[in-house]
């Protein structure tokens, strides 16, 4: 008797957080700028200023995607835009941050544990390091493009002002510091040529 009641009571909680699940969804959706058809995003999603934000048509992330698009920090003004193709697929655990440009290609294929991002705080220069880590000021060396058919592998960390070109591949644990250019392997850190392919 206690068994069957404490499975309904089970069944009860699941059913009312799914559905808390699907109204966070709902609500996040009406809230980007442009978004396609066949969207899904796995639980635990994190999403910071979704009006910056384009998503084309048969999106999907897997749990705990993080995207964030940075307009102020710390009395620095930006002017972020994300913009995601068609069928893009995400596994887990993805991070992208945006203060200026992160474009991705049409058909791009990530594996897990990836971050994305065109900014840093601070840099080199001098005096840089007097300021606290968090409180140094946001800094872009340009836009993040990622081309149409490229497939990320596991762990893959992408760096400001890179352009990966069309049907590239980034092997497991690559830091990608320079541009890709279209159909090739890279891998390592930093990420170097391993392959031309055909």
């Not at 059913?15 to 635990?44: R, Y």
């Not at 749990?63 to 002017?79: P, S």
């Not at 000021?137 to 149409?148: D, R, Y």
Request: charged share 20%.
């Amino acid at each position: 008797m206690i068994g069957k009641i404490k499975n309904k009571i089970l069944k009860y909680l699941f059913s009312h957080f799914e559905q808390f699940e699907q109204n966070k969804k709902v609500a996040l959706i009406a809230k980007f700028k442009q978004v396609g058809k066949n969207f899904q995003i796995g639980k635990d999603f994190s999403v910071h200023n979704p009006k910056y934000m384009e998503f084309g048509a048969n999106f999907s992330a897997l749990e705990r995607f993080r995207i964030e698009a940075w307009d102020y920090f710390q009395g620095q003004k930006f002017t972020p835009r994300i913009k995601i193709g068609d069928n893009v697929i995400f596994n887990t655990d993805i991070h992208i941050g945006c203060i200026n440009y992160i474009e991705i290609g049409d058909n791009c294929l990530f594996a897990s544990r990836i971050y994305i991002t065109d900014h840093h705080h601070g840099d080199t220069s001098e005096g840089m390091i007097e300021i606290i880590p968090s409180q140094r000021p946001l800094v872009s060396k340009g836009a993040v493009v990622i081309e149409k058919n490229v497939w990320v592998g596991e762990g893959v960390v992408i760096m400001p002002g890179v352009t990966i070109g069309e049907n590239s591949i980034i092997g497991a644990n690559a830091v990608v510091t320079k541009s890709v250019p279209k159909n090739t392997v890279f891998a390592g850190i930093p990420a170097k040529l391993i392959k031309q392919l055909v």
